[in-house]
Structures are given as C-alpha cells and as structure tokens.
C-alpha cells in the first residue's frame, strides 16, 4: 500500500502546532505539506499517525479543495496586513474538520515585518488550529520564527544532482547546455527538471547573453508572446544580471547561468547599477505576466524600461 511521505521528524512529534518543512524542491516541499495536513485532519489515521488517504478529508487535501485546509502563498511582498488576514481566519471556526490546518507556502520569502507579524499567532494559535511552514531554506527565516517552530528537513538539491539528472535526461545536449539548464533549475524554484525544455531554456541564456553583452540591442523585440514562455524568460534573464551584479561584488567571475565566456563579455559591457536596475525590470515584468496583466502591456514595459 502506498503512504504518504512523511518525515520522520514530523511522526516522532505529529501533535505540535507548527513546523517548518525545508527542501529545495518545490515538488517536495508541496506535497510533504500536503501529506502532514492530511496526518493532521484525516478521520480515520492509523497508528504511525500515517493518513488513510480515503476519508472526505485526505480526498479533499489531496485536491485542494478542504476548506479548513487553507494554503497561503507566499513571496517578498506578502505584507503584514496579509498576515492579519491569516490571523482572522484563524479565529474562525472550522467548517467540516475539528480543527484547521494553514499550509504557509514560501514562508522564507516573506519579508522581515511580515515574518514579525507571524510570530503571535505561531506562538499562540487559537485552540485547533495549526501551522504548516514551507521554505527552499531555514536561513531565511527569522531566529525568532524558527525557535517557535519544529523544522523538518527533506531534499535538497545540489548543482552537481541536478547536472547529473539534465544530462541523463538529455542525451545529445551540450556540456555548456546541461551547465545552463541545471544551474536555471538552481535558481528558479519553481522549475520542474523533469518537464523543462532544455532547448528553450539555453535560447533564453543565449538571448540574455545577446542583450547584456550589447551585441543585439533588439533582443527587447523579439520576447516570447505567450505568458508562461515570457516567465521563463524573465527568470533566465533575471539569473543573468544576478550573476553580473554578483561579479562586480566578488571582483571575479562568479558560477551561474553564463558560462565564464558569456559572463566576462557581459561584465564589460554592463555596470553593476544597471545590472541591478535591470534585474528590477525583469522581476516587475515577472511579476506583471505572473498576475496575469496582459502580455502585450508587459512587453511594452520591457520595450520602455530594458534600455
């Protein structure tokens, strides 16, 4: 019978208020939080504090659909009113379960205020109610939020995994491909090395390399029209001016998407001011395609503000 991942930290303490859950894979990190919430309201659990997987409860988990499992994504914007809004709803009495179960996803990306105005109700949740933390890495989080929290660890993934993984996925690509879908795979968490089109995203590296280098002024032009292509995009270039900006900090060449090559023709050609400028307009237009306003305003602002 298949179970539920669970970690082992999590069923050798399952009746505390809140965890944290780190893994540098998204995946991971979304169904292990899953699966404790399951453990967490499930009607019939079994002995390990294993779910059954067949109540009303583990189906509509499962599904996203449980109204007293409430999933809050996260991000550097998250805003201590939106904590506020959590805190309400915590107070509120569960629908069908006897308690409630938020499922904080990104946690470590909220921004130090928010993080501030998480730790009353972390620490002293209404009766039933319960946390689920996720995060790519505990260092980002507050001392004072992890010390209110039992962290629990699952994968994590190294440059040199996912290396391995792209090139026995992808048989005829290049050394220097594999290098820049992997290290895109790195930085990118939202990324699915098993769904992501390797080709595509080394046009994107190219792309970049072109743009940042000054060698095509008319990269701006010619950008994916179609809104999930356009994210990525924005990702890669995004990894890119990082990288630069990083360069010009350090004082030498740096490991990431550019190879050495592609870096140190971009290095002289970019300032560390615009690469941060320029990052700032890749992250906007992100953000615009990922709210979903619409492609041709975001290609417009990128035409205005990529100069």
């Known amino acids: 019978m298949i179970t539920d991942k669970l970690p082992q930290g999590f069923l050798k303490n399952p009746k505390l208020h809140a965890y944290l859950f780190v893994s540098g894979d998204l995946s991971d990190r979304q169904n292990t939080a899953r699966s404790i919430a399951k453990a967490m ?29 409430i999933f809050v994504s996260g991000d550097e914007k998250t ?18 379960a006897d308690s409630k179960v938020f499922i904080l996803e990104d946690a470590d990306e909220y921004n130090v205020q928010s993080q501030n105005a998480l730790l009353k109700i972390i620490e002293e949740p209404p009766k039933g109610v319960r946390f689920i933390l996720t995060a790519s890495s505990a260092g980002a989080l507050l001392p004072t939020v992890r010390s209110r929290v039992c ?7 190294t440059f040199d995994d996912i290396l391995d993984g792209i090139k026995k996925q992808y048989h005829d690509i290049s050394d220097e491909q594999a290098c820049e879908v ?51 995009c924005m990702q890669v270039f995004m990894l890119a001016a990082r990288q630069i900006a990083l360069v010009k900090t350090a004082g030498n060449a740096t490991d ?13 050609k970019t300032s560390m001011k615009r690469a941060h400028y320029l990052y700032d307009v890749f992250e906007e237009a992100y953000l615009l395609a990922e709210g979903y306003a619409n492609v041709n305003a975001v290609l417009s602002y990128l035409l205005e503000n990529a100069k």
Do not use: W
């Not at 769904?195 to 060698?215: E, P």
């Open 182 to 232: 992997s290290y895109f795979v790195l930085g990118y968490d939202k990324a699915d090395a098993q769904t992501i089109d390797a080709s595509q995203i080394s046009d994107y590296v190219n792309r970049a390399y072109m743009f940042l280098s000054g060698k095509d002024s008319d990269v701006m032009l010619n950008l994916p029209k179609k809104r999930e292509e356009l994210m990525l």
């Open 151 to 157: 962290t629990l660890s699952g994968s994590v993934r």
């Open 41 to 69: 309201l499930c009607r019939n659990p079994k002995g390990d504090s294993q779910p059954c997987g067949q109540c009303d409860c583990c189906i509509k988990i499962k599904a996203s659909t449980h109204p007293d499992c």
């Open 256 to 268: 990431g998407i550019l190879s050495r090559v592609k870096l140190l023709e971009c290095n002289t």
């Open 79 to 96: 805003s201590v009113d939106d904590v506020r809004k959590i805190e309400e709803e915590a107070y509120l009495a569960p629908n069908e």
